[in-house]
């Protein structure tokens, strides 16, 4: 699909006719090298931080809130000041002079306080005494900015994904454990208090031994996913701090021709996002991954391709990613951006039964579906498992965020960076393995290959031995639903070592 108007080459623009070029070219430099991806993680949990600042009110500055960083970000801490909260919204720092005037107007009106306004959120760090931060940028810049605020010494709000890879990611975690500061992650369903609820029933052993978990965002637009972003003729290089919003500077992407699509609909592109991976597959992920306890895979493998919204972007609009887990779990997060009506529910699976939640983030229960008594030898019926829903879970995973911050406490809140971690080497290595057409493997020390240790060998080998059976952190159902029985018959079985019956002893 060739630019509508291709730019004049200029000796700081090459001739290219085509976006998508550009933006491959971009994208290369963000692939992982998968020989030589590690990051040093420890176990450990962090330190505890001191509480926010050495403000008697917690100051907050926002870098980049645009549409999420906007409607989320702001017009939710506006929310909790309105009603009491030990909070000011002081500062804005945001590339788009349209954007960062309608914010700070916005702060202003609800707090009747004026917010400073920056371009570069590095002065506002420096100038305005901030007790912490929220990150709304597009992902490219999420782990920088992160890690500056850290090495600050404030504490974060950062909207998912958590990072644009998972090396970054690793990154971030190691760097938030070492900092004791207090960091959110965006995904507002982890605010659910059904995920710690179900995490409990499974370590008891309700389902007997975890088998799988599934899990969807299914959507559907005639416009195409992402491009009812609307475009605006006041997004222009005057307006727009094009090259630092790129990154240049950093070296987060290459230095291309100005682009309103690019600029407002970046989720369609390699460069800047993973379109339905890590804007949407990681929220049902981390939810999954917070009920079920598990962290980083042990493989992950991803398909899909562009079968319909032949606009220009570079990600699918189908999609599905497997991976599968160290303690014998696999995990199936699928969907596709061309079709809403037929979701995939999402489900927990486990010998004895399964968790089904049916779709979205609005839950007031959950039901239980036993298997058939002549497998699980226990009488357990179906069961309707009621859940207090959350009417506005943006607003409670904005007040758990404050919360810890209050306190000073890392620990408190329901989105660490662990787990950000986690989901974002699921969902990103599900990308990445799309399109390089690979299997990536992580080992304990997290360091990610595509070369295979021997996943299905390490398994068949424990099938010849008989076990143990692997279980999922926290297990203490001891061998409820983990063991299988041997048939009279199964004496039978074995091989005939110099033509004699096994049976016969």
């Known amino acids: 699909m060739g630019l509508k108007h291709p730019p004049v080459p200029t000796p700081e623009t090459p001739a290219m006719s085509d976006r998508r070029e550009f933006l491959k070219t971009s994208a290369a430099a963000a692939t992982i090298s998968a020989a030589t991806l590690t990051a040093a993680t420890t176990t450990s949990q962090p330190a505890s931080a001191a509480p926010a600042g050495s403000n008697e009110r917690m100051r907050i500055g926002f ?115 070492a900092s004791g500061k207090v960091m959110q992650v965006g995904v507002q369903s982890t605010s659910l208090p059904v995920w710690d609820e179900v995490n409990a029933l499974l370590r008891e052993g309700k389902l007997g031994k975890v ?3 599934q899990t969807e965002y299914f959507r559907n637009s005639d416009v195409g996913q992402w491009r009812y972003y609307k475009l605006t003729p006041d997004m222009t290089p005057k307006t727009i701090d094009w090259k630092r919003w790129l990154g240049t500077e950093h070296d987060l992407a290459e230095d291309v021709p100005f682009d309103r699509e690019v600029y407002k609909q970046w989720r369609r592109f390699w460069p800047f996002g993973s379109g339905m991976f890590t804007d949407l597959f990681v929220h049902r992920t981390t939810s999954m991954l917070k009920a079920t306890g598990l962290r980083v895979p042990g493989r992950v493998v991803g398909a899909g391709g562009v079968y319909l919204e032949y606009d220009g972007r570079d990600v699918p609009d189908v999609a599905t990613v497997v991976a599968d887990f160290n303690e014998g779990v696999q995990g199936l997060i699928t969907a596709t951006m061309c079709n809403e009506e037929s979701r995939v529910n999402q489900l927990i699976r486990g010998h004895y039964g399964t ?13 239980f579906i036993p298997e058939r008594g002549p497998v699980t030898h226990v009488r357990q019926e179906a069961e309707r498992i009621t859940t207090n829903p959350i009417d506005n879970t943006t607003m409670a995973h904005f ?28 969902v ?23 070369q295979d240790p021997g996943w299905a060998a390490k398994w068949e080998e424990r099938s010849a031995k008989g076990g143990p059976v692997a279980h999922i952190p926290g297990w203490n159902a001891g061998e409820y639903g983990s063991k299988q029985r041997d048939p009279d018959y199964m004496q039978y079985g074995g091989p005939w070592l110099n033509g004699k019956d096994p049976s016969e002893g």
Request: hydrophobic share 35%.
């Open 399 to 426: 007040a758990n965020w404050l919360d810890a911050c209050e306190a000073g406490d890392p620990s408190l809140c329901n989105n660490q960076p662990d787990l950000g971690a986690a989901a974002m080497s699921v």
């Open 211 to 213: 088998l799988g978990f």
């Open 355 to 367: 968790f089904a939640f049916g779709n979205g983030e609005s839950f007031d229960g959950f039901d």
């Open 63 to 177: 870098i980049g809130p645009g549409g999420r960083g906007f409607g989320a970000h702001v017009k939710s801490l506006c929310k909790h000041h309105q009603a009491g909260r030990k909070i000011d919204l002081v500062a804005v720092a945001e590339v788009f002079e349209t954007q960062r005037d309608t914010v700070a107007d916005y702060i202003e009106k609800a707090t009747k306080t004026k917010p400073a306004k920056y371009v570069d959120y590095r002065d506002m760090i420096e100038k305005e005494n901030l007790d912490a931060v929220c990150i709304g940028t597009p992902d490219h810049w999420h782990h920088r900015q992160t890690i500056d605020a850290l090495e600050a010494g404030l504490n974060v709000y950062c909207e998912k994904p958590m990072t644009k890879t998972v090396q970054e990611a690793f990154d971030v975690e190691d760097k938030w454990r």
């Open 428 to 450: 990103n290595l599900g990308a990445q393995s799309y399109r390089q057409g690979k299997v990536f493997f992580v080992d304990e020390d997290h360091k990610i290959s595509d």
